[in-house]
């Protein structure tokens, strides 16, 4: 894992001596995570990306989970489609799972943390087994317009917290606590976003028979229906009627997802016997999907939801031309025309990709200025600070807080 | 304690860090009159919040939409003329976010008055102008200044957030009347010329890392001038 001062060239030093001075702040308070998988998902990602800097800062971090079994997960999935806002049939049993597995969970679960930072909904009624300490509830989904039963439910146990975080202003809701905007991070330094060789990238693709010198469209993503990947292969068909290219679909599945293989097989059979639509199923390969996102002419993120859309910043941050569904946090992220294009349609999308293929000048542009962005705000390095001063803030009332 | 108490006339000037949280109010608008009505009774850290978020978030950026209000009816509204209106507003001749607040809201009143076919447009559902503040934490930095020559070495490296801290911070949302800098060359080295230049200083036209450059090319200057 990497040291803070290795930070230092790609933001500078004093942003890192503010770091260090926050975290001062916190010497000897505990602050305990915890969400419903250690593996898969922008959450658990970050989540073990930030606790060795924690450390290294001085302030006592720790990562828990809860546990759920398959009946558990599957009610989640579909109060995280309801809460997207998708529609979902919500039986009165499903609150009933939710509610029998969390009460496992709070009768089995340490609470020790001076702030108990919980992310998602999955661990959210965890809030039950309060006694003196703070609690913050860190929603990673876009809620803009959620299913009313389903976040009526949820929303008795959120207003019990002290503090809330979501990803972009459209997600906050009118609640009787302190809402803050986070918006999530990459880590430059990780296996998924470090500088990597040509050779390494060119191993990669000949392992999996990619033509370097064609055109590369690709879309990084679970397979979920939220991330549109039919809707990208319909983009591709669009595009290849005039442009010769190749499509890549990649991307691991998560603990807590049981729809991911339903989708793989949907997408399969949509792409048939096309030879230059790659479907790569890549669990946990950082640096293969690092590569696979290098090599790419153009990058895509299809998504008919998104909390916030990390690969968009791990696209952008590799200088990438970037075409993405103006949809949840991806908007804080690609501001239309500078830093990329913004779509609403399949049409819109198959037209963007055209216009970034026929115009690589205007493509590099687009690329290097999104790069930029996301160093002044997309890093590890801003993240962490914003977490430290939420935790800060529980201590501190006020709009100004000299430390 | 305040800033007045943390730079204190007799001593080196220590450089603060100010970093902030973003936090939602839940209040949206979709109207220039909603936006009217929400301006006059947000807390002033949300007015603050808003006439000054695109400065650091695009730091780099230049020209930059300067107030987020004049982004939003602008972009989404489409009121063009409304737009340039609030976006020329001179904040920095405010001392108080009061009088800065009563400045944008009378432009939207009167402007809803002379065209009153205005109120009809509103933003569609997501384009909402959605209300946030922020909260500020002021941390004194290892930086400090006995000269400037020594201020000088400190304003190359020290963070844009100082230095948005001393610069914009300091004189507006906390109701000093000039910013930090001016103030400590002007009181404690004595040197109302260099003090000076920074006060006519107008950051809101450049962008921070070129209010980084101003600022080390008048202190360089008045160094070299004073020797030390």
Redesign the interface.
């Known amino acids: 894992m990497a040291k803070l001062k290795e930070y230092i060239h790609i933001v500078?030093?004093?942003?890192i001596?503010?770091l260090r001075?926050?975290g001062e702040?916190l010497n000897g308070t505990t602050i305990q995570n915890i969400n419903s998988t250690a593996v898969g998902g922008g959450v658990a990602e970050i989540l073990s990306r930030m606790m060795p800097l924690f450390k290294e800062l001085g302030v006592n971090t720790s990562w828990d989970f809860i546990k759920g079994g398959e009946e558990f997960f599957e009610v989640t999935k579909k109060f995280h489609n309801a809460l997207h806002g998708l529609p979902r049939q919500i039986y009165k049993s499903d609150f009933d799972t939710f509610v029998k597995t969390s009460n496992a969970n709070i009768e089995e679960i340490d609470i020790y943390g001076d702030v108990v930072f919980i992310h998602d909904p999955q661990p959210v009624a965890l809030i039950r087994k309060r006694s003196g300490n703070k609690w913050i509830w860190r929603c990673h989904i876009d809620i803009?317009?959620p299913n009313k039963r389903v976040w009526d439910f949820l929303k008795k146990f959120v207003q019990d917290y002290d503090a809330s975080v979501?990803s972009s202003?459209?997600f906050?809701?009118?609640?009787s606590i302190?809402?803050?905007?986070?918006s999530p991070s990459i880590d430059p330094l990780s296996d998924k976003n470090v500088e990597l060789s040509q050779s390494t990238i060119d191993r990669i693709l000949n392992k999996y028979k990619i033509d370097r010198s064609r055109t590369i469209i690709t879309q990084i993503s679970r397979f979920d229906y939220l991330k549109d990947p039919l809707g990208v292969i319909e983009v591709y068909k669009m595009v290849k009627k005039r442009i010769d290219c190749q499509l890549i679909l990649a991307g691991g599945g998560a603990d807590d997802d049981p729809e991911g293989s339903k989708v793989l097989a949907e997408v399969r059979d949509r792409a048939s016997k096309d030879p230059d639509i790659h479907i790569l199923l890549l669990p946990q390969n950082n640096i293969e999907v690092n590569a696979l996102q290098r090599a790419s002419t153009v990058i895509i993120q299809k998504s008919i939801k998104e909390g916030f859309g990390l690969t968009v910043a791990e696209a952008l941050w590799k200088a990438k031309p970037v075409v993405a569904s103006n949809v949840g946090g991806i908007p804080l992220q690609i501001k239309h025309k500078?830093s990329g294009l913004l779509c609403n349609s399949i049409d819109g999308a198959a037209f963007a990709v055209k216009q970034l293929l026929n115009s690589p000048a205007y493509a590099k542009k687009l690329g290097e200025n999104g790069r930029?962005?996301i160093r002044?705000?997309f890093l590890l390095t801003r993240h962490l600070?914003?977490y430290m001063?939420?935790f800060?803030?529980l201590y501190?009332s006020?709009?100004?807080?000299?430390? | 304690m305040t800033m007045s108490e943390l730079i204190n006339n007799t001593k080196p000037f220590r450089f603060h860090t100010r970093l902030h949280l973003t936090q939602l109010t839940g209040l949206k608008a979709s109207s220039l009159t909603q936006l009217l009505r929400y301006i006059r009774k947000i807390p002033g850290s949300c007015i603050y919040y808003h006439t000054h978020r695109f400065l650091q978030s695009h730091l780099y950026l230049s020209p930059e939409p300067p107030n987020d209000f004049a982004y939003w009816v602008t972009e989404i509204l489409g009121e063009d003329t409304l737009g340039e209106m609030l976006a020329s507003i001179d904040t920095v001749q405010f001392s108080t976010i009061r009088a800065l607040r009563e400045k944008i809201a009378s432009t939207i009143k009167d402007y809803i008055k002379t065209n009153p076919i205005a109120k009809r447009r509103f933003a569609g559902k997501g384009d909402e102008f959605h209300f946030m503040k922020a909260k500020s934490f002021v941390v004194p930095t290892h930086y400090v200044a006995n000269n400037l020559r020594e201020f000088l070495d400190i304003l190359k490296s020290v963070t844009i957030d100082s230095i948005y801290f001393h610069i914009f911070e300091a004189r507006l949302r906390l109701n000093r009347q000039s910013n930090d800098f001016s103030y400590w060359i002007a009181t404690t080295l004595g040197n109302k010329m260099v003090a000076l230049e920074i006060e006519k200083l107008d950051p809101y036209t450049i962008t921070l890392d070129g209010l980084r450059k101003k600022l080390i090319k008048i202190v360089r200057k008045g160094a070299k001038n004073t020797n030390g």
């Open positions: 500078g030093k004093p942003v001596d503010d001075l926050i702040k803009s317009n979501f202003p459209i906050s809701q009118k609640l302190k809402q803050f905007l986070v500078y930029e962005h002044n705000n600070k914003e001063l939420i800060l803030s501190h006020g709009d100004v807080v000299y430390l």
